[in-house]
């Protein structure tokens, strides 16, 4: 089961009405993604795709795949999900996996608490009142010296995700 928004569904069906059978390759194997050549869609070819659309963006972000899983999980979390739906949703055997993206959003809590809770207006001994905003501020520039770290953690994080997503397929494929 894959979950799936209505808006994605919408891109899959007029895929599969418009673009799909005017590049299939006869006979037609019934694989649902194709590469513009009519062949079937493997994941490296879908990685390749996506790593030269995000440097084409030319955004602060680099990657493919993952970097979509990281960025739908996180924002998910920050949403309000539950990390034990996100983790099923991941697919991740072990809650520890999905926990790295419990800490971007603890980020971005302390971040907003500092901009808006009321105890967070502080009195400074010899000027004016810090507002929250400048404390956030403040908190911002903290929390960026601690981005570094996180973003090893981040890494160490989707590189043993993606270990266990190729085991799981070179066990599943194995099995076959």
């Not at 309000?80 to 996100?86: E, K, L, N, P, S």
């Not at 956030?136 to 903290?142: L, M, P, Y």
Request: charged share 20%.
């Amino acid at each position: 089961m894959i979950p799936i928004g209505d808006r994605a569904l919408a891109w899959v069906e007029k895929y599969l009405n418009q673009v799909r059978p005017s590049i299939v390759v006869e006979p037609d194997d019934g694989w649902r993604f194709l590469t513009k050549e009519g062949t079937q869609m493997i994941a490296d070819h879908l990685s390749s795709l996506v790593k030269r659309y995000v440097e084409a963006a030319n955004t602060i972000k680099t990657g493919a795949c993952h970097l979509f899983r990281h960025t739908m999980a996180t924002l998910m979390l920050e949403g309000g999900a539950d990390v034990r739906y996100i983790q099923q949703m991941l697919g991740h055997s072990r809650l520890e996996t999905t926990e790295v993206y419990t800490h971007v959003s603890i980020r971005t809590l302390k971040a907003v608490h500092s901009a808006t809770h009321p105890a967070h207006l502080q009195r400074t001994p010899t000027g004016p009142e810090v507002t929250p905003s400048q404390s956030a501020a403040q908190s911002v520039d903290e929390t960026n010296h601690h981005e570094d770290d996180q973003r090893k953690e981040l890494l160490l994080s989707l590189v043993a995700e993606a270990a266990e997503e190729e085991s799981s397929l070179a066990a599943s494929h194995f099995a076959s």
